[in-house]
């Protein structure tokens, strides 16, 4: 199978330039994730997702249901070193795959504040280069300065409750090691500046460069095996399907087009009430189904599935351009048709789900009448009739009345 960047998309920020990841494997590299991102990226068609970094505070994080839609479209995704670690940690039952030792602390315990990966950072013009240093990262060197022996245990204690002190915009080396290197013996400051003139680990940097091995090892693995593992909730709340509609995109010969653009084209056309009146009644039907324990057999949903493609006469080799097109991907048309067998379900044994209620033929009747178009088959019926009957009449009448002068 044929290889494209899009298959593992990468949300990159501060913890690894985005230069070096597209060096270590074919990617394709967007900023960190804000809410509605992850949606928007599901688009792209990708395999797999490596949630790395993310925005937080001034601008809504990254939100847990667009994940779980990716998990639910069969998507891949993997989590580490800063709000991917967060994350993975959060929706490890759910699927998604944490990597590095960040991911490990949060799902153990080790710490539990969102503020231990925060860190302030350039913008995206100057490559999102950090600013300041992460807590983790100072429990991490603070670790290896004690496994080198440089640092006793409570003079690599000091070190992470001193950094902790210290708001995450504020907070870089000098400042902390401001606070600390008084106190040392001078034998501690001289084995100390020997060892980190050599260099200290990038703990988040690390993690990063896992999650993204990992991520491209996976997205090797075929198509078929890749899916979520734990059951597709078919029916996500409205609060979800809203904040999708409005984040979704259409994808048309390889350009994003937003689902709210979409829309307000649709809104427009004059048949757009009864569009949204089929939509409304199918999903009344199919919610009234669900509410009498009724549900589809799996032969009944790929039958709507299949009579969807038939309707649209799209080749099999198009079907997934034209769900892009659809701003649809394979799970979402599967609820649809779901919901489509539903409402047959129901229309098909509506005069035993209904006391009292009509049958097939008073069900066409009454809505002909509705729509005016019984009329119009009984004007068509009574043309017929007379174009017989002139035929007959005329005939009878020469026998009854025989011609004379």
Known sequence: MKRRPEDLVVFLGPSLPASEARRLVPCHVLPPARQGDVWRALSLRPRVIALVDGVFEAQPSVWHHELLAALEAGVAVFGGASMGALRAAELASHGMVGVGRIFEWYRDGVVEDDAEVALLHASEEHGYRPLTVPLVNVRHVAAKAREAKV?????????VRAAAGIFYQERTWKRVLAS?????PAATRGDWEGWWSRGVEDLKQLDALACLRAAAAFSGVPVRSVGPRHPVRLSPSSLVRRRRLVDGVSLVKGQAVPS??????????????????AGLRRALLAGWARSLGLSPHEDEVRAAEAEWWRRHQVKPADQEAFLAECGLEAQGLRRL????????????????????????QEALASEAQLQ???????????????????????????KRWPKSR
């Not at 600390?180 to 040392?184: D, E, F, G, K, S």
């Not at 709210?260 to 009146?277: F, G």
């Open 337 to 360: 048709c779901e919901e489509r067998a539903l409402e047959r379900l129901v229309l098909t044994y509506s005069s035993r789900l209904l006391p009292d209620g009509p049958s097939w």
């Open 151 to 159: 640092l006793s245990m409570s003079q690599a204690r000091a070190l």
């Open 180 to 184: 600390v290197r008084p106190a040392w």
């Open 260 to 277: 709210t653009q979409v829309l307000a084209a649709l809104q427009r056309v004059p048949d757009s009430t009864e569009l949204a009146e």
């Open 372 to 398: 005016g178009r019984w009329a119009q088959a009984a004007r068509e019926v009574g043309r017929t009739g007379r174009r017989s009957g002139e035929g007959r009449g005329a005939a009878a009448a020469q």
